[in-house]
């Protein structure tokens, strides 16, 4: 895409000024659309859909079409890695990710090696897809867990509370390490792959950092994606957002790592995200999800009082602070969409 630098959503990454804030939404494919639930149908479950381009960039653009958001994120998953180094990730009906091989052994932790690409082909290739089909004005975010976040996965073997990976950093922390390593590898190498692919800015999701404590979180979080930053902006300029949640203490950090903006989750307002953070990066968030799940004039009014919340300056990527929920109305995200078009206040 040529005309990518005028966009809003790469203005405000740089601090631009814009007319108003860009706006999409963290899962903003998903359940909660009914064109998203007739494909998977079909197509017999969510890992299919993700592991076949055509229909991966089918559903990336649904969002696009429905609702026009300022920016497409990839259909696929951050447990794709994981998957490629052959843990076995599977989903079963109602339940979250699981693996059916984790790491739960020294053993198999010595064997871990880093994910082949070419075990990975199927999302550079629905990037491309998806590059080639997208409107013009319309840039693709590609996307990976932080490599703690999927130790968190890798370790534990399914979504929870993580004991298992939060015992090892005490037990044995030189094979968390050792997991952290590998997944600094292959997270860098998907992230400049699907750039090179097409996708003009990444996203690293660290949903599961603030599980660690204060000092910890530098030494088994943040270093490792600090790294993973660093390996990516040797190769691309393109903008990294990191996105950490119940990381609002880590703000000033976060925002200290290489990247280009952060990812705000709804417990840190706003107004103190721009406080802690000080201009040194843009901010993206962070509409409570549940926000969305009542009426139409609920969700817009809420929407309202983010915008209202960051204030009036350039610098901030409205979205949510998590991904919407699967029992969200559609009509729900049209009014936030609208609220957001409709400010005129930055
Ligand atoms: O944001 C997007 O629309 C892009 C696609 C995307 C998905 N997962 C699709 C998905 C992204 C960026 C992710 C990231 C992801 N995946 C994270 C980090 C963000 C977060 O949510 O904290 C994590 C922790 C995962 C792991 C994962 N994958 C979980 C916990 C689940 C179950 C969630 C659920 O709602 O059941 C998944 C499956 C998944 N990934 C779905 C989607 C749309 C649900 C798929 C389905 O059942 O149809």
Same mark, same amino acid.
């Given at each position: 895409?040529?005309?990518?630098?005028?966009?809003?959503?790469? @203005?405000?990454?740089?601090?631009?000024?814009?007319? @108003?804030?860009?706006i999409w939404?963290? @899962?903003?494919?998903?359940?909660?659309?009914?064109e998203?639930? $007739?494909?998977?149908?079909e197509a017999?479950?969510?890992l299919?859909?993700?592991?076949?381009?055509?229909?991966?960039?089918?559903i990336?653009?649904?969002?696009?079409?429905?609702?026009?958001?300022?920016?497409?994120?990839?259909?696929?998953?951050i447990?794709?890695i994981?998957?490629?180094?052959?843990?076995?990730l599977f989903?079963?009906?109602?339940?979250?990710?699981?693996?059916?091989?984790?790491?739960?052994?020294?053993?198999?932790?010595?064997?871990?090696?880093?994910?082949?690409?070419?075990?990975?082909?199927?999302v550079?290739?629905?990037?491309?897809?998806?590059?080639?089909?997208?409107?013009?004005?319309?840039?693709l975010?590609?996307?990976?867990?932080s490599?703690?976040?999927l130790?968190?996965?890798?370790?534990?073997?399914?979504?929870?509370?993580?004991?298992?990976?939060r015992?090892?950093r005490f037990?044995?922390?030189?094979l968390?390490? @050792?997991?952290?390593?590998?997944?600094?590898?292959?997270?860098?190498?998907?992230?400049? $792959?699907?750039?090179?692919?097409?996708?003009?800015?990444?996203?690293?999701f660290?949903?599961w950092?603030?599980?660690?404590?204060?000092?910890?979180?530098?030494?088994f979080?943040?270093?490792?994606?600090?790294?993973?930053?660093?390996?990516v902006?040797?190769?691309?300029?393109?903008?990294?957002?990191?996105?950490?949640r119940?990381c609002g203490?880590?703000?000033p950090?976060?925002?200290?790592?290489?990247?280009?903006?952060?990812?705000v989750?709804?417990?840190?307002?706003?107004?103190?995200?721009?406080?802690?953070i000080?201009?040194k990066v843009?901010?993206?968030g962070?509409?409570e999800?549940?926000?969305l799940?009542?009426?139409?004039?609920?969700?817009a009014?809420a929407?309202?009082?983010?915008? $209202?919340?960051?204030?009036?300056s350039?610098?901030?990527?409205?979205?949510?602070?998590?991904?919407?929920?699967?029992?969200t109305?559609?009509e729900?995200?049209?009014?936030?969409?609208?609220?957001?078009?409709?400010?005129?206040?930055?």
């Amino acid at each position: 895409m040529n005309n990518w630098k005028d966009t809003l959503l790469f @203005r405000a990454l740089r601090q631009q000024p814009v007319p @108003r804030p860009p706006i999409w939404l963290m @899962r903003q494919a998903g359940r909660y659309l009914p064109e998203y639930r $007739a494909i998977r149908k079909e197509a017999g479950g969510f890992l299919a859909m993700a592991k076949n381009p055509q229909i991966a960039s089918e559903i990336t653009l649904q969002p696009i079409r429905r609702f026009g958001f300022d920016a497409a994120i990839l259909f696929s998953d951050i447990l794709t890695i994981p998957d490629a180094m052959g843990l076995g990730l599977f989903f079963s009906e109602g339940e979250g990710p699981r693996f059916s091989q984790p790491l739960q052994t020294e053993e198999a932790i010595q064997k871990l090696r880093p994910a082949s690409l070419e075990e990975l082909r199927y999302v550079m290739d629905a990037s491309v897809l998806t590059r080639q089909t997208l409107p013009a004005e319309t840039p693709l975010i590609g996307f990976c867990g932080s490599p703690f976040t999927l130790a968190c996965y890798m370790i534990d073997g399914s979504g929870g509370n993580f004991w298992r990976t939060r015992q090892m950093r005490f037990s044995r922390p030189d094979l968390l390490r @050792r997991v952290l390593e590998i997944n600094t590898i292959s997270t860098a190498e998907l992230l400049c $792959a699907q750039i090179d692919a097409g996708c003009q800015a990444v996203m690293i999701f660290d949903s599961w950092g603030g599980l660690l404590g204060g000092d910890e979180y530098e030494d088994f979080s943040l270093s490792y994606i600090r790294h993973v930053v660093s390996l990516v902006k040797e190769k691309s300029d393109a903008p990294i957002i990191v996105f950490g949640r119940r990381c609002g203490l880590m703000l000033p950090a976060l925002a200290a790592c290489g990247c280009d903006a952060v990812g705000v989750d709804w417990q840190t307002s706003l107004r103190m995200a721009r406080r802690m953070i000080g201009g040194k990066v843009a901010i993206q968030g962070n509409l409570e999800p549940a926000a969305l799940l009542g009426t139409p004039d609920i969700a817009a009014a809420a929407a309202a009082r983010v915008l $209202a919340d960051y204030g009036d300056s350039s610098g901030h990527i409205f979205n949510l602070g998590h991904g919407v929920d699967k029992s969200t109305p559609p009509e729900c995200v049209t009014a936030v969409v609208e609220t957001v078009r409709a400010n005129r206040s930055h």
